[in-house]
């Protein structure tokens, strides 16, 4: 497999904001993100150190509105950057779930690298923002991530009181689960899918 494949860069402009980010799926966690909202940088930088993916973002966006924009366009362009990256998916394991504890909380995310995008997203939080970021912004990302990269994923907060807790065990759970899925298993012989493409 030519690793050099995964190694993408996408740049995307509307009205709205202005994103260049350079993603490798195969990297070791290293991360340049600056999106002007503290608390979704921190999130974008724990999602790169445990999903092992090298990622330089920047996002300039409408923030004078409000963060929504900016969080829902990073999204897209990170889940195109996926999309792009996996290429035809073949050798790749293709699912994968991680459960991660933070504290008092537990969280839970399960995808499938199916091309069919789809989102199940069961948490709530109990205040409305985290610094800069709404939390129900929290979700948006990961439908436009999903939808864009065309992940099936599911997403829960089994349990937990502390907000930022909650929101940080997504984001490692959801590193983890794709990390297993976007790993090579030699015995995969094209795509792991009685169709014959993914």
Known sequence: MDKEFRRVEICRTTSETCIEANLNLDGSGISNINTNIGFFDHMLTLLTKHGLLDLDLKTKGDLYVDPHHTVEDT???????????????????????????????????????????????????????????????IEEFFRALAFNAGITLHIKILYGKN???????????????????????DRIKGVMSTKGIL
């Open 163 to 185: 907000n930022h807790h909650m929101i940080e065990g997504l984001f490692k759970a959801f590193a983890r689960a794709l990390k297993e899925a976007i790993e090579y298993d």
């Open 75 to 137: 999204g897209i362009v990170l889940g195109r950057c996926i999309k792009k990256a996996l290429g035809n998916k073949e050798g790749i394991k293709r699912y994968g779930s991680a459960y991660v504890p933070m504290d008092e909380t537990l969280a839970f995310v399960s995808l499938d690298l199916s091309g069919r995008p789809y989102i199940v997203f069961d948490a709530k939080f109990t205040v409305d923002r985290l610094g800069e970021l709404d939390t129900e912004l």
